[in-house]
DNA sequence: GTACGGTCTGTGAGCGTGAACAAGAAGTAC
DNA sequence: GTACTTCTTGTTCACGCTCACAGACCGTAC
């Protein structure tokens, strides 16, 4: 009946107007803070809209604007600890510069699921997409639909064709394997990281670069796929091998796998195999022993992103752009001299 | 300068319509699947589809249906293992849902924060939001604002005025502690979680229960920051003490640090001192002793949560619902009978 | 007095889509 | 043959906002 029910329908800027007495246009003049708006009417226009409590409309301001003020994220397992501090640091990074953040999770590792991801974040309107996927496959896919809307890499790798924001894995590795080599031991085994992903062929050339600097012989590479389990079982294999004294593991959750193996195969930590991890998550101070790892910055690692796609949204910024983030390593108790046994 | 260039800008519905020869209504009725479009012309507008690349445009779409597509979810520290696990959950039952998801995480955990972030939602215009934040403060804040939008929990306790979804805390708890007690400790110590936290509360509740159930008395309450770190420190008081003989924590990580810490102490596990945990995330299995721990399913937990969501903004569902999620328990070598020792 | 520049505000158009309505074509029943 | 229903398509409008433009007002300079 009454005109007035206008408790029924969200506000809208017609109605600020109307209240404050202006045309609708000075309300989104104010709320754009656009300049020439008197005083004394930008707060009649202000306590409008906190009167009614009004919100603008971001389908239709993203409508005329061309501009849906969001940002879509893609990962592939975002319940690793690296994907999810990544994510973590993204949506900081795009909360402050004033983006919204959409994520999309991979399910399988091709790349027809990527371009379906993506291809997802874009009919959404996304206005840029960073993608955290480590994945040779990934990467490819990826660089081909950088066309259509801004894309930034965050990973591992530099053949990559979009900007790219990593840490140094391979000087990671490298600094792993030099302080195992340097505390005496004559090789360094390498527990490596599932083939297809690009951190773990990094950390692999690291390892491999440094024993071949030093002369010393590369053994045979074991593979897991990030997991303590797959870490536990190459541990069982490892603990077989009476020549094994030092192992580097591509990640953590690996290396704890491994720990518990060799506990088991009663070989004792560090004193008669060292063990190095990659990532430094929380808990690997608190590994029996504490382990010897590279901290990686995931949180700075996604805000960089962020920041590198921020910047191709607005036009700036170099196509090819590569942030490198250096890995440091953190000395404990799992790794120690070489000593000679039996 | 002529009108064809049409690689310049998207194509739109318009477009797609006159290379089909029909008009833009009937380009959305094929689009939305609306009946009595007669098969070829069907087929002619799919073909200019894809012969366009067309893609809806979502901010008209969102503008006109008054429905944006998009869910919310509103997380505390995305970075931990459980809240990473319920957003993939989370996401994946949001996407065959037909939803996009954004992300809002919280960076401090006092009402006002939370208030925030779903306002920035609200703002995006997600039709609903789940919040992923166990903290009372959280959930209060929570209560006040289901008004506007349809809001989801996804935590504990069961005092919230919206609709939740939480593992059964109480219930898991008070399995690990009759556990420990049937091995035949005499009572079962509990280092706990940050007091403010739902969970901390409910697993608390249940060992507290259980042991005055069974007639045993309930020792201090040490607690901890649900960090490995928090563990540790909490262990190095407990292994002063010669009574304690199992000790059940709040969660697996705090879990790893005790264990660290009674095994820098001298105390043997399980043959001086059971521990069992509560999360079962990956790596328990692969702790020095393996961990007995309660498992909880938090993907599942997740896509519980969402599918809550989804019923209520489509005005199904109960506004009171709780789904109570059971937990298992998980026996590994940590814990042990009783040992008279000295 | 007129002319001019700057400040402030309002009017109208249009963004791309879906919904309501209208209207033509085709088939069926009498 | 007419009347009626069903299928199929097109036209017009509205969603809520920003942008381009126009106009009103004020002060100052000539």
Not at 34 to 63: F, K
Not at 148 to 174: E, F, I, L, T
Not at 296 to 322: K, M, S, T, Y
Request: aromatic share 4%; glycine share 10%.
């Amino acid at each position: 009946m009454g005109t007035d029910s206008a408790e029924l329908r969200q506000p809208v800027m017609a109605d600020v107007a109307k209240l404050a007495g202006v045309s609708h246009q000075t309300v989104s003049r104010v709320l754009n803070g656009a300049p020439h708006v008197r005083p004394d009417t930008r707060d009649r226009v202000l306590a409008a809209i906190r009167e009614l409590d009004y919100r603008p409309n971001s389908a239709a301001r993203a409508l005329v604007t061309k501009r849906s003020q969001t940002l879509g994220v893609v990962s592939f397992d975002s319940t690793l600890y690296g994907p999810a501090s990544m994510l973590d640091g993204i949506e900081q990074a795009a909360r402050s510069a004033g983006y919204f953040v959409s994520v999309a999770s991979l399910r399988s590792l091709d790349s027809r699921s990527v371009q379906e991801a993506v291809d997802r974040l874009r009919d959404q309107g996304v206005e840029g997409v960073v993608v955290i996927a480590p994945q040779i496959s990934a990467v490819s896919a990826v660089a081909k639909l950088s066309s259509s809307v801004p894309v930034v890499a965050v990973g591992s790798g530099n053949q990559a064709r979009v900007p790219m924001v990593s840490v140094d894995n391979q000087a990671g590795a490298a600094a792993a394997t030099r302080h195992l080599l340097d505390l005496g031991h004559r090789t360094v085994h390498h527990l490596g990281g599932p083939s297809g992903w690009l951190e773990s062929q990094d950390r692999q050339a690291g390892w491999r670069q440094t024993l071949e600097a030093a002369g010393a012989q590369a053994p045979e590479v074991h593979s897991g796929d990030w997991s303590a389990r797959s870490g536990y079982q190459a541990g069982l294999r490892l603990a077989e091998d009476p020549e094994v004294s030092a192992v580097f593991c591509a990640n953590d959750h690996m290396a704890l796998g491994l720990l518990r193996a060799l506990h088991e195969a009663g070989r004792s930590i560090p004193g008669d195999i060292s063990v190095v991890g990659f990532d430094d998550i929380h808990e690997a101070a608190y590994f029996t022993p504490p382990l010897t790892t590279v901290r990686q910055d995931f949180g700075e690692l996604g805000r960089r992103a962020l920041g590198l796609l921020v910047d191709a949204v607005a036009g700036v910024g170099h196509a090819r752009e590569h942030v490198l983030i250096s890995a440091e390593l953190v000395l404990r108790r799992s790794s120690g001299p070489f000593a000679t046994r039996r």
